[in-house]
T-cell receptor, first 113, second 110 residues
């Protein structure tokens, strides 16, 4: 099993550009999450999904959109990129919401200039 | 919301023992996780506590006191590879969400 796979690993965007961060998992996990981590800070939840067709906002959803058309994939869309979105983005999954630990992807390092 | 407090940095000597404390305030508490994160990498799971007491797992142990809103991670026989950030993450709040603290950066020196 590959686990949680994120692409791309690095990206530089100009202000106002758009992009989609890809995340896929092959563990048949129902729950998937997007976090961002700014330097020296903890992870902030952007969006999460409890199953295909269901998504919900986390702590910092503004400027982002998600979709969950399949169990495996949970892409994160940035529209009109801003410098404040410069961060490291982690996708994660769990089989359920309770005491299962998060399985993280390797992250996407995004710079908006 | 959830308030999480843990020290920003700690330094310890190889072979020694270090305790990383975490205090939290959360409604609907449903357990607490500790994750380890090496620089430039994703967090990895270390431990989960839902009942009061000490959980031991090799060189790492984690303690929880629900009444005090307090947890600690104990690392024994420190090795250089233990230099990393340690993230405290209580589970709870509306929707049973996991919230991460800012992390404690541990530096292990010779």
């Amino acid at each position: 099993n590959a686990g949680v796979t994120q692409t791309p690993k690095f990206r530089i965007l100009k202000i106002g550009q758009s992009m989609t961060l890809q995340c896929t998992q092959d563990m048949n996990h129902n729950y998937m999450y997007w976090y961002r981590q700014d330097p020296g800070m903890g992870l902030k939840l952007i969006y999460y999904s409890v199953g295909a067709g269901i998504t919900d906002k986390g702590e910092v959803p503004n400027g982002y959109n998600v979709s969950r058309s399949t169990t495996e994939d949970f892409p994160l869309r940035l529209e009109l990129a801003a410098p404040s979105q410069t961060s490291v983005y982690f996708c994660a999954s769990t089989p359920n919401r309770d005491n299962s630990p998060l399985h993280f992807g390797n992250g996407t390092r995004l710079t908006v200039t | 919301g959830q308030n999480i407090d843990q020290p920003t940095e700690m330094t310890a000597t190889e072979g020694a023992i270090v305790q990383i404390n975490c205090t939290y305030q959360t409604s609907g508490f449903n357990g607490l996780f500790w994750y380890q994160q090496h620089a430039g990498e994703a967090p990895t799971f270390l431990s989960y506590n839902v009942l009061d007491g000490l959980e031991e797992k090799g060189r790492f142990s984690s303690f929880l006191s629900r009444s005090k809103g307090y947890s600690y991670l104990l690392l024994k026989e420190l090795q250089m590879k233990d230099s990393a950030s340690y993230l405290c993450a209580p589970l709870g709040g509306g929707g049973n969400k996991l919230t991460f603290g800012t992390g404690t950066q541990l530096k292990v020196e010779l």
